[in-house]
């Protein structure tokens, strides 16, 4: 079994980021849903991940003189990227499934930590999740958005690992 060239599958991977980011914008302007810092973390990844798709279809990283380099990039910066992001929506999903009395309690808002504190402090405090990252707002299929969000970034992830490990005719 062939798999088909990999200008289509980086293409229907970005518009896949284009439509993730579709649905946060329609849920935070639309319906109200206010993103924490995690979601705002997870939103960087996708439109990260989107990025590097539209790079590759741009560029078409398909094998010449049987070097797979280009391929091999960009599956690599994939694979990281939407490792990154499972990471952090893995943060939040277990946030979500902690006994109402472990959540961490809220922080000071975004903005004011980035103009009062050192990037590395506010990196950590934002990564540590808080009492909103734990809340469940909207669910689809029974899952909240932040698992939605994991299952879409370990999706990213096999896709990228595909790209770096697949071989060419």
Known sequence: MTLPASRPLYLLAFIVCVLLMAAALYLE????????????????????????????VLHNPEPRNGKRTGARVYG?????????????????????HLPPDQVPSCILPLDYMLETMPMWDVLSQVLSGTAQCAEVTWTFLGLSIAEGTLIAFICFTLFGVMQLVRKVD
């Open 29 to 56: 302007h639309g319906v109200g849903l206010e993103p924490c810092p995690l979601c705002i973390l997870q939103r960087i990844a996708v439109m990260v991940i989107g990025v590097i798709c539209l790079a590759a």
């Open 76 to 96: 690599v910066l994939i694979t990281v990227a939407s490792a990154l992001g499972a990471a952090t929506a893995g943060r939040q999903v277990w946030l979500q």
